[in-house]
């Protein structure tokens, strides 16, 4: 069993950045801190110091509070080494082959580009922290990436185990969901979860974390392989690729 501790800090308009709390090595990290301030009252309310500020990828609302952070705590900034020109403050840089250590456990970094060319996410205690890559029935947009490299990307994290817990960098879940159900209206494991998604959002709580499991079952973005889907798109006999490029050309003038 699991001892981290892992708190959702809403950043921004839709963003979360996380705390990692590992309470017998009284160690913090924070992922994706988009801001300073809900980050620092987060701590001060849990007494906690932050030891370290992981990032997913070089966009503002990921990296913002690095700086500020840094300069408080002394915190140790990790990320993407194959992007430390892009990471305020970077002290860290990893990817695949790092074997880097949060206090005892080994995390695991996953190279998954496209959103951004250099994004990875990182895997820890049965928790995978996924930025702008894969998130709550959606996938991030292609600011630096081709589908084909996108599709690779999720096609990594959906080998992960299916009882892996997916915290993704923002609350876009109900909008998410509304897409998936134009192009799988007869999903039942995503109608299921749409109900689910809005009695949630109604009481404006969050719908982090999900699950790989559940992902693959109701993310349309990896599900390319789906008839419902391809019938949808009247893609009966293209690639798995070229059905995803397909549906995140639509997604984006959803
Ligand atoms: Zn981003
Ligand atoms: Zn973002």
Redesign the pocket.
């Known amino acids: 069993m699991s001892d981290l501790r892992i708190e959702l800090v809403p950043c921004l308009r839709d963003?979360y950045a996380y705390l990692v709390r590992d309470e017998k090595a009284d160690l913090c990290a924070v992922v994706d801190p988009s801001e300073p301030g809900p980050v620092q009252k987060a701590l001060k309310s849990r007494g906690w110091r932050l030891t370290h500020i992981l990032n997913t990828h070089h966009?503002f609302?990921?990296t913002g509070g690095n700086v500020p952070l840094k300069e408080e705590f002394g915190a140790q900034v990790v990320g993407p080494a194959k992007d430390r020109q892009r990471i305020p403050a970077i002290d860290t840089g990893v990817d695949e082959e790092t074997n880097w250590r949060f206090g005892g456990r080994a995390v695991r970094v996953l190279e998954i580009p496209a959103h951004t060319r250099a994004h990875i996410a990182f895997i820890v205690d049965g928790a995978a922290f996924t930025g702008?890559t894969l998130f709550a029935m959606g996938c991030g947009r292609l600011f630096e990436g081709t589908p084909q490299m996108m599709w690779t990307s999720l096609s990594k994290l959906a080998t992960l185990a299916d009882e892996t817990r997916v915290y993704c960098?923002?609350e876009y879940t109900l909008n998410n969901g509304r897409f998936a159900l134009t192009i799988e209206p007869d999903n039942d494991a995503l109608k299921r979860r749409m109900r689910d998604v809005e009695r949630t959002r109604a009481e404006n709580a969050p719908t982090i974390p999900s699950t790989i499991g559940l992902e693959k079952h109701t993310n349309p973005f990896l599900r390319p392989a789906s008839a419902e889907i391809r019938r949808s798109l009247g893609l009966e006999n293209a690639s798995d690729v070229d059905v995803f490029a397909e549906m995140r050309r639509r997604k984006d003038s959803f």
């Open positions: 963003n966009h609302d990921h702008d960098g923002h």
